[in-house]
């Protein structure tokens, strides 16, 4: 039986009815996203046709997911919110504070002991609202999401980026700040702008070394991390019904990756198996009556041009498995002797240290049994392993069936560390070395969705390359970044050569899956009586304080940093270490924009102070201006933002005392982040303005008394010399975050909603 059944029933007797509305007011047949989002509305049927990438609209969630970095945040907040109990099924999922060292065993209790005044935060704001609790261990929030939640034709939200992996059954799921999903929780409509639509059109099949993995990293190599940026990706074809459900999760998850709003598949066979096998048989039955509502209309697939906004093209046939890195997600390789050539060209080390296979994006039952028959030969042909080998298992069901089956004794048999059912090094949660920032210049690769520069173990040195599981193991055992196992032989203990066949494994587990304690704990029915208690010394939980309207005059503010390149969240508001902090805003903040690298000198975590001209880290010189009363601004380049969902790095700033962010462009899941904690997200109308900005500049906002929807904002720059330039800043504000920021965040407005 599965969780919430009876919402999920409620979900599908309202579609039919909202997706044939939306079809006639459209007037024309409708994609598996426009249905989702067109039965989802908050006011109910739909009455006019909404705009792409323009149009604002409000929607209603059916659920709302949370791991424990940011649900810390999140449910401070929500806290504040006025509210008895959430008012949709919402669950907590204690997957990113467990660090990979010793093995499962060891590092699980290291971290309950480590982190337990956290986890008991989490398990009693849970267990007082309503909460369904994940316990340490229990697994990685989106693979216990699709084994558990997930269903076709539904709409959910959650507090992490990859919560898109739910696409892969079928559903519109997204990545949030933890202020949207406060929204959903407390029962409000949540707002977003109406995606634009991409369809990847899958012809041929997978066969041989290629793996699901391989779409979205050529999907990747297509779109460029911004690519996706405002849209839904939708996959459609004979190739995307041929693949697993899995599979398909793997594509949808890193989405994030190219900057989409969310990627899905239509609801075909592979998800009923699924369903079945996942103990949701109820689900699968539900589904089937309305499953042409499912999945997009005949004739949008038929002619995806007159209804996408862009269409792409791949023959799975002809697809070849591919490596992307390193330090961004989209630089793609063809395996063999192309990387031979780019690594020789750009100084890559060849040899590889480390191969890593899980984390939510490949830890799948599949994942796992198909990386285990490469690493069964490397047994059976007497290969040693020439790199370290490392595995997440994605839920407490997948490692006790995998262990159950067999498939983890073998990874055993290789020496390989099999790490504990969470994040581990996929979030930087790895303790690989002493001294990370000292360390040697190395490769690695793994099966994760992010390869930024420190990402995986704090050392900017490694070069960290993504592939598919089984490239994953194969590459490990050849210990070669330009290994090729369709081509290339290896020396085994015998001195004989030998070559790797193509991989095999299960779709699902042909005895089924098993489990003795996934780890749940339901919430009270009645949590009134429960009491949260946080320890006012405590440095890992902090009460929130409400921010203090920014006002409409901004004057006298001092540049804090100009970031210039590539500056994702991992640099506002780094992971690895800094995650024990995620609940304590204060202490949080002393790693804000510490991974920023300033234009000024090209160094990070070193800028100007203008009140004494003299240099320090990016945080200690934002708390001397919010001493002395002076708002600050960060200036930065392209997709800025890019990344996790963490609305830290729109809070840490907000805290210390910055105004503004203002940039060529934003990741669309950051820039909601800034509006919802009150502070202004801008862009330079005109790019080539950023390249005015200097080092020593104070900035002037002259009509901000005029903040409008779509109205421009005018911004004076002052120079040190007394010179001047005037430039204007566009913005995509609506009304309502307008008053956001005349409130000082969302959730004073919330509170205020609340209270009247």
């Given at each position: 039986?599965?969780?919430?059944?009876?919402?999920?029933?409620?979900?599908?007797?309202?579609?039919?009815?909202?997706?044939?509305?939306?079809?006639?007011?459209?007037?024309?047949?409708?994609?598996?996203?426009?249905?989702?989002?067109?039965?989802?509305?908050?006011?109910?049927?739909?009455?006019?046709?909404?705009?792409?990438?323009?149009?604002?609209?409000?929607?209603?969630?059916?659920r709302v997911a949370c791991q424990d970095a940011t649900a810390q945040m999140a449910l401070l907040q929500f806290m504040q919110a006025g509210k008895a109990k959430v008012a949709v099924p919402t669950t907590v999922h204690c997957d990113h504070l467990i660090q990979a060292k010793n093995g499962a065993s060891i590092d699980l209790q290291h971290a309950i002991s480590t982190s337990n005044e956290v986890f008991n935060f989490l398990e009693s704001v849970s267990n007082k609202y309503g909460i369904g609790f994940w316990r340490p261990g229990a697994g990685i929030i989106h693979q216990v999401v699709l084994e558990n939640y997930a269903f076709p034709g539904g709409m959910m939200i959650g507090t992490d980026s990859h919560t898109v992996n739910a696409g892969g059954l079928g559903m519109v799921a997204i990545g949030v700040g933890g202020a949207d999903a406060v929204d959903v929780?407390?029962?409000?409509?949540?707002?977003?702008?109406?995606?634009?639509?991409?369809?990847?059109?899958?012809?041929?099949?997978?066969?041989?070394?290629?793996?699901?993995?391989?779409?979205?990293?050529?999907?990747?190599?297509?779109?460029?991390?911004?690519?996706?940026?405002?849209?839904?990706?939708?996959?459609?074809?004979?190739?995307?019904?041929?693949?697993?459900?899995?599979?398909?999760?793997?594509?949808?998850?890193?989405?994030?990756?190219?900057?989409?709003?969310?990627?899905?598949?239509?609801y075909d066979e592979s998800m009923e198996r699924y369903l079945r096998a996942t103990d949701r048989p109820d689900v699968a039955d539900a589904a089937n009556k309305i499953k042409d509502y499912l999945t997009g209309d005949d004739e949008v697939y038929a002619n995806p041009e007159q209804y996408f906004d862009q269409v792409i093209d791949i023959n799975l046939t002809e697809l070849n498995p591919l490596l992307n890195g390193p330090f961004t997600p989209d630089l793609s390789t063809a395996v063999g002797s192309t990387m031979t050539e780019k690594a020789k060209a750009n100084d890559w080390p060849l040899k590889v240290e480390w191969g890593l296979i899980g984390s939510c994006t490949n830890s799948s039952y599949e994942d796992l049994s198909r990386a285990s028959s490469v690493a069964q030969q490397a047994l059976d042909k007497g290969l040693k392993m020439k790199s370290e080998l490392g595995i997440n298992p994605g839920s407490e069901m997948v490692r006790y069936t995998t262990e159950r089956d067999g498939i983890l004794d073998i990874f055993e048999k290789l020496d390989a560390k099999i790490f504990t059912n969470a994040c581990g090094p996929c979030i930087g949660q790895w303790a690989r070395y002493e001294?990370?920032?000292?360390?040697?210049?190395?490769?690695?690769?793994?099966?994760?969705?992010?390869?930024?520069?420190?990402?995986?173990?704090?050392?900017?040195?490694?070069?960290?390359?993504?592939?598919?599981?089984?490239?994953?193991?194969?590459?490990?055992?050849?210990?070669?970044?330009?290994?090729?196992?369709?081509?290339?032989?290896?020396?085994?203990?015998?001195?004989e050569e030998v070559m790797?066949?193509?991989?095999?494994?299960?779709?699902?587990?042909?005895?089924?899956?098993?489990?003795?304690?996934?780890?749940?704990?339901?919430?009270?029915?009645?949590?009134?009586?429960?009491?949260?208690?946080?320890?006012?010394?405590?440095?890992?939980?902090?009460?929130?304080?409400?921010?203090?309207?920014?006002?409409?005059?901004?004057?006298?503010?001092?540049?804090?940093?100009?970031?210039?390149?590539?500056c994702t969240t991992d640099h506002i508001s780094m992971a690895g270490p800094w995650l024990r902090f995620r609940g304590h805003l204060d202490n949080i903040a002393n790693n804000t924009l510490i991974g920023a690298v300033n234009a000024?000198?090209?160094?990070?975590?070193?800028?100007?102070?203008?009140?004494?001209?003299?240099?320090?880290?990016?945080?200690?010189?934002?708390?001397?201006?919010?001493?002395?009363?002076?708002?600050?601004?960060?200036?930065?380049?392209?997709?800025?933002?890019?990344?996790?969902?963490?609305?830290?790095?729109?809070?840490?700033?907000?805290?210390?005392?910055?105004?503004?962010?203002?940039?060529?462009?934003?990741?669309?899941?950051?820039?909601?982040?800034?509006?919802?904690?009150?502070?202004?997200?801008?862009?330079?109308?005109?790019?080539a303005d950023y390249d005015l900005i200097q080092e020593d500049d104070t900035f002037n906002f002259t009509d901000l008394k005029d903040f409008a929807p779509g109205k421009q904002l005018t911004l004076e720059v002052v120079h040190a010399d007394g010179s001047k330039d005037v430039i204007m800043l566009n913005h995509t504000y609506n009304q309502s975050q307008i008053d956001w920021y005349k409130e000082g965040s969302a959730l004073n407005l919330i509170k205020k909603e609340n209270a009247a």
């Open positions: 039986m599965a969780f919430d059944i009876d919402m999920i029933k409620k979900v599908y007797s309202n579609m039919t009815e909202r997706v044939d509305a939306a079809r006639d007011i459209v007037g024309k047949p409708l994609t598996l996203s426009e249905k989702i989002l067109y039965s989802h509305l908050w006011d109910g049927n739909p009455t006019k046709v909404f705009t792409r990438g323009k149009d604002y609209v409000d929607f209603a969630p059916d929780m407390a029962g409000m409509a949540w707002e977003l702008k109406f995606p634009k639509l991409i369809g990847v059109r899958l012809t041929g099949t997978l066969s041989g070394w290629t793996a699901p993995k391989d779409v979205i990293l050529k999907v990747a190599d297509i779109l460029t991390v911004k690519g996706g940026t405002g849209a839904i990706v939708e996959y459609f074809g004979p190739g995307a019904k041929g693949m697993s459900c899995t599979g398909k999760g793997t594509i949808c998850n890193m989405g994030a990756e190219i900057g989409a709003t969310t990627s899905t598949f239509g001294d990370p920032k000292n360390a040697p210049k190395n490769s690695i690769v793994h099966s994760f969705n992010r390869n930024f520069a420190k990402r995986a173990d704090g050392n900017p040195n490694t070069h960290a390359f993504v592939a598919s599981p089984e490239i994953t193991a194969a590459i490990a055992i050849a210990g070669r970044l330009d290994f090729n196992p369709m081509t290339d032989k290896l020396i085994n203990e015998n001195g790797l066949s193509e991989p095999t494994g299960w779709e699902l587990p042909p005895k089924g899956f098993a489990v003795d304690d996934n780890g749940y704990l339901a919430p009270k029915a009645d949590g009134s009586g429960v009491q949260v208690t946080v320890d006012p010394k405590s440095e890992r939980i902090q009460l929130l304080k409400p921010f203090e309207p920014l006002g409409d005059s901004i004057t006298g503010a001092k540049l804090l940093i100009k970031a210039f390149g590539k000024f000198g090209k160094k990070t975590n070193f800028v100007k102070n203008q009140l004494t001209g003299e240099f320090g880290g990016v945080p200690d010189t934002a708390r001397a201006y919010k001493a002395a009363g002076v708002p600050s601004i960060v200036v930065g380049d392209h997709n800025y933002g890019e990344g996790s969902s963490r609305e830290h790095a729109a809070m840490q700033p907000r805290f210390l005392g910055v105004a503004a962010v203002i940039v060529k462009s934003f990741a669309r899941i950051h820039e909601t982040n800034l509006k919802k904690q009150g502070m202004l997200g801008l862009t330079f109308a005109n790019e």
